[in-house]
Nanobody, 124 residues
Framework: QVQLVESGGGLVQAGGSLRLSCTVS????????MGWFRQAPGKEREFVAT????????SYADSVKGRFTISRDNAKDTVNLEMNSLKPEDTAVYFC?????????????????WGQGTQVTVTV
């Protein structure tokens, strides 16, 4: 059974930084694209970033482009999300997810395994 466990969330002031990590166990990590999504209170879950299985291609939501960086370490079965210049509107529960394919996608329906989420709160 594939399991994803996120860590690194917390409380930060606007303009600050956080690094989220997601460790995957029980599967062939490097074969599949990984993604980060987030869900704010009262809102739909939204795409944040995705990375190919090999890590050569990344894609971001317009709202985080230039501030967030997704990366992966296939030797450690981890995917990270470096978040800089955080804004109050970045406040959400952040989820990592594993896709069904190696190519990246923004569609949450293409991700089969999900972590439990980690809270990120950005204060003014």
């Amino acid at each position: 059974q594939v399991q994803l466990v996120e860590s690194g969330g917390g409380l930060v002031q606007a303009g600050g930084s956080l690094r989220l990590s997601c460790t995957v166990s029980g599967g062939s990590f490097s074969r599949f694209a990984m993604g980060w999504f987030r869900q704010a209170p009262g809102k739909e879950r939204e795409f944040v970033a995705t990375i190919t299985g090999g890590g050569s291609f990344r894609s971001y939501a317009d709202s985080v482009k230039g501030r967030f960086t997704i990366s992966r370490d296939n030797a450690k079965d981890t995917v990270n999300l470096e978040m800089n210049s955080l804004k109050p509107e970045d406040t959400a529960v952040y989820f990592c997810a594993q896709s069904t394919t190696m190519t990246p996608t923004t569609a949450s329906s293409r991700y089969i395994y999900w972590g439990q989420g980690t809270q990120v709160t950005v204060t003014v």
